[in-house]
C-alpha cells in the first residue's frame, strides 16, 4: 500500500468523523427547536428556563443585602465584644506558649498547606493537562494562601486563572481545575462535618434553637450528599463505559444514561471517575483534620479535638457567609462562643493569634514571593490544554 493511499485514507476518515460531529449537533438542534427551546450556548446565555430574568435579578439583590446586613451585624457584636477584651492578659498568654507547641503546629500547617497543593492534581488527572507537577503544585499552593488571607474571588479564583494563564493553560481547563478543586475541599468538608456531627456534635449555646437531634440530622444531610456524590460518579463512569470511550463528546449526557457534564459560567464542567471521587473525599478529609489539629495543638490539650474541630467547621462556614477576607474577627468570635467558658477567653485568642501567624501569615510571605517569581517568568502561550 503506498504512502498516498494512506494519506488519502487518513483524511477520508477525519472528514467522515466531522461530519458525523455535525450531523449530531444539527439533530440536537432540531430536537431543542422543537421542543421550543433555544440551543444550548444560547441557554446558557440566556440563564435556566422557567424563570425570569427580573426574578433573578430581584432574587441576587435580594441575598446581597442580606448578606451585608449578616455582615454588618457580626462586625458591630465584634467591635462591642472587643471592648471587653483583656489585651494585657491576651498577650502574656501569646508569650507563653511553649515553643514545642508552636513548632508542632507549624509542622502541621505546612502538612496541611502541602496536601492542599495536591487538589489541583486531581484536575489535572482529570481534564489531562500537560502542566508540571511542581508547576500545579506553586499554583495551588499560591491560589490557596491568597484565598485564605484576600478572600476566594481575588484568591481562589483570580489568582489562579491569572497564573495558570500565564503558565500556558487554556481557560476552559482552568475552569474545570478550579471547580473540580472547590468540589473537592466542600466534599472533604461533608464528610468530616457530617462525621462529626453524627458522633459528637458542638455543645452550643443553650440560647441556639438547634439542639443534639438537629444537628445529628444536619450530619446525616451532610454525610449523605458527600456519598452521594461519590455513588453518582461511579454510576456515571459505568453508564459512559457502556458506550465505550469516545472522547469528551461522548460525556454530554446521551440519552439513556446520566448526565456527567454540566455548562459552568459558559464552560463545560464533567464529574471525575469514581476513583478520582473517592481520592477527592480522602485529601480534602485528611485536609479538614489537619486544620483542625493546627488550633488543637496550640490549645495544648485545653480542650479535646472533637470540640475544637467542630468549632472551627463552624467558624469556616460563617467565615464564607459574612464575606470577612481571612475570616477576620468571625473565626475568633465563634471561638469565643463556643469555647472561651471552658479554655478561657486570653489562652483561646492567643493559641488563635497563633494559628493566623502559622497558617496564614507565614505562608503569605512565601507565596507572595512565589507568585512574584512566576509573575517575573515569560508567559507561555496557550498550549497546555487537555490533551485530544
Not at 200 to 229: D, I, K, M, N
Not at 293 to 313: E, M, S, T
Request: aromatic share 6%; net charge positive; hydrophobic share 50%.
Amino acid at each position: 500500500m503506498s504512502p498516498e493511499t494512506s494519506a488519502e485514507r487518513v483524511r477520508h476518515r477525519g472528514s467522515a468523523a466531522a461530519k458525523d460531529r455535525a450531523a449530531r449537533a444539527a439533530r440536537t438542534a432540531r430536537q431543542a427547536g422543537q421542543a421550543g427551546q433555544p440551543p444550548a450556548g444560547e441557554r446558557d446565555a440566556a440563564g435556566p428556563p422557567g424563570r425570569p430574568a427580573a426574578t433573578r435579578t430581584r432574587w441576587g439583590r435580594a441575598r446581597r443585602v442580606l448578606a451585608v446586613l449578616f455582615a454588618v451585624i457580626v462586625v458591630a457584636l465584634l467591635l462591642n465584644h472587643a471592648r471587653s477584651i483583656d489585651y494585657s492578659a491576651v498577650l502574656a498568654a501569646l508569650r507563653a506558649l511553649p515553643l514545642h507547641a508552636v513548632l508542632t503546629a507549624a509542622g502541621l500547617a505546612l502538612a496541611s498547606h502541602a496536601l492542599y497543593a495536591t487538589f489541583d492534581l486531581v484536575g489535572r488527572r482529570h481534564t489531562g493537562h500537560r502542566l508540571k507537577t511542581l508547576q500545579v503544585l506553586g499554583v495551588t499552593f499560591v491560589s490557596y494562601v491568597f484565598n485564605l488571607n484576600l478572600g476566594a474571588i481575588v484568591g481562589g479564583v483570580a489568582v489562579r486563572y491569572r497564573l495558570y494563564a500565564r503558565l500556558g493553560l487554556d481557560l476552559a481547563t482552568t475552569s474545570q481545575v478550579l471547580v473540580l478543586s472547590l468540589m473537592t475541599n466542600w466534599l472533604g468538608y461533608a464528610a468530616v462535618a457530617g462525621g462529626l456531627l453524627l458522633s459528637s456534635p458542638p455543645e452550643l449555646p443553650a440560647a441556639w434553637a438547634l439542639g443534639g437531634t438537629g444537628l445529628r440530622f444536619a450530619g446525616l444531610g451532610l454525610c449523605l450528599g458527600a456519598v452521594g456524590y461519590v455513588v453518582l460518579c461511579f454510576l456515571a463512569q459505568r453508564g459512559e463505559g457502556r458506550e465505550g470511550r469516545e472522547g469528551r463528546e461522548g460525556r454530554e449526557g446521551r440519552e439513556g444514561h446520566l448526565r456527567r457534564s454540566w455548562r459552568v459560567r459558559g464552560h463545560e464542567v464533567h464529574l471525575p471517575s469514581g476513583p478520582l471521587a473517592l481520592l477527592q473525599l480522602a485529601l480534602a478529609s485528611a485536609n479538614w483534620l489537619l486544620i483542625g489539629a493546627v488550633v488543637h495543638a496550640l490549645l495544648q490539650g485545653r480542650a479535646d479535638y472533637p470540640g475544637v474541630l467542630g468549632v472551627l467547621l463552624l467558624a469556616a462556614v460563617a467565615g464564607v457567609v459574612t464575606h470577612v477576607p481571612a475570616g477576620l474577627g468571625v473565626l475568633e468570635a465563634v471561638f469565643v462562643m463556643l469555647l472561651a467558658q471552658r479554655v478561657g477567653e486570653a489562652p483561646l485568642l492567643a493559641a488563635l493569634l497563633a494559628y493566623r501567624a502559622v497558617y496564614y501569615l507565614a505562608p503569605l510571605a512565601l507565596a507572595a514571593g512565589l507568585f512574584a517569581w512566576i509573575e517575573m517568568r515569560p508567559r507561555r502561550r496557550a498550549g497546555g490544554g487537555a490533551a485530544g
